[in-house]
């Protein structure tokens, strides 16, 4: 089975940071793009970032270019999304997906949820 499993999410300042971190297992790691979706209450899914397996490129949102990055490390089967100067509207639900890039930009679901991590929960205190 594929599990995606993301974590690091916590409360925190206006201004500070926050790694989230995205273990997957039951995939072969790099054949799938990694990306990072949230959902705030009342808003809809907004795909954030993704790195593309077949060619390392990578997509932001504009609401984090700058601000965050997105990395990888095949050896670990894990993706790391840096969070920097992070503002009270990016407290959100974030998950963590093997969804096509092209999906995450749309903020659509393609392969389905079983190709989702349960979310960690980002706050942003003002």
């Known amino acids: 089975d594929v599990q995606l499993q993301a974590s690091g999410g916590g409360l925190v300042q206006g201004g500070g940071s926050l790694r989230l971190s995205c273990a997957a297992s039951?995939?072969?790691?790099?054949?799938?793009?990694i990306g990072w979706f949230r959902q705030a209450p009342g808003k809809e899914r907004e795909g954030v970032s993704c790195?593309?397996?077949?060619?390392?490129?990578?997509y932001y949102a504009d609401s984090v270019k700058g601000r965050f990055t997105i990395s990888s490390d095949n050896a670990k089967s894990t993706v790391y999304l840096q969070m920097n100067s992070l503002t009270a509207e990016d407290t959100a639900v974030y998950y963590c997906?093997?969804?096509?890039?092209?999906?995450?930009?749309?903020?659509?679901?393609?392969?389905?949820?079983?190709?989702w991590g349960k979310g960690t929960l980002v706050t942003v205190s003002s």
């Open positions: 790195i593309r397996s077949s060619d390392g490129n990578i």
């Open positions: 039951g995939l072969t790691f790099g054949d799938y793009d």
């Open positions: 997906a093997a969804e096509p890039c092209w999906a995450v930009e749309r903020g659509s679901v393609y392969y389905g949820m079983d190709y």
